[in-house]
């Protein structure tokens, strides 16, 4: 996985409450084992009518909307347990989720495949669809080290919640293989000093 340090950009917004994971990624793409290519059918039966041309009112066919940080309603990701969800968004380009709630299965499987769900309290959701809505620029800055989201048009610093693991996770890069890796030599200096009796 790519480090994640710090994020600077506009943000698309979705605010549509539950959307479940075959809302994100249709079952009937789940075809593959890779990560790669889901991200063209990210939101596929929204973005696109049933002759494949693209729906004009779906915020992904909006050029007005552009960036790596997802804003959705809240309980993003409920449904089914697919992975393909995540890798999916990551796939399309997206970095970071922000929502007033997500599934606990998608927001572990955001956080292990390098996508920074964030959550904050539903006033300060609506402070960001409203700052999208007044400014589809509006930039926003995510710090992970500092555990903090910057709203620039208003300056308002929201600091948000990750654990402390997974965290150390996303900064370095890992996933939980990398990590076990990165203390090789703290395993094999245990295992020569370790005696069974």
């Not at 600077?8 to 990624?25: H, K, M, R, Y």
């Not at 790669?36 to 929204?46: I, P, Q, S, T, Y």
């Not at 609506?126 to 500092?146: G, M, R, W």
């Not at 997974?166 to 370790?194: A, H, Q, V, W």
Request: glycine share 4%; net charge negative; hydrophobic share 40%.
């Amino acid at each position: 996985m790519k480090k994640f340090t710090k994020v600077t950009s506009s943000a698309v917004p979705l605010p549509i409450e539950n959307v479940d994971t075959d809302q994100i990624i249709p079952a009937r793409f789940l075809k593959s084992i890779t990560r790669e290519g889901f991200g063209e059918n990210l939101f596929r039966d929204w973005r696109y009518d049933q002759s494949h041309e693209p729906k004009s009112d779906f915020v992904l066919n909006n050029d007005i909307y552009k960036g790596s940080i997802l804003v959705a309603g809240a309980n993003f990701g409920c449904g089914s347990s697919r992975e393909h969800a995540a890798w999916a968004l990551v796939d399309y380009g997206f970095q970071v989720v922000i929502s007033s709630y997500f599934a606990d299965i998608f927001k572990s499987n955001a956080l292990n495949n390098g996508l920074l769900p964030i959550r904050v309290s539903e006033d300060h959701l609506e402070e960001i669809f409203k700052a999208i809505e007044s400014d589809p620029n509006a930039s926003f800055t995510v710090d992970l080290e500092n555990q903090s989201l910057l709203i620039a048009q208003t300056e308002n610093l929201i600091q948000f919640e990750i654990d402390a693991y997974k965290k150390m996770c996303l900064l370095n890069g890992y996933d939980d293989i990398d990590f076990l890796i990165s203390k090789r030599d703290e395993i094999e200096k245990f295992e020569s000093t370790y005696k069974v009796y």
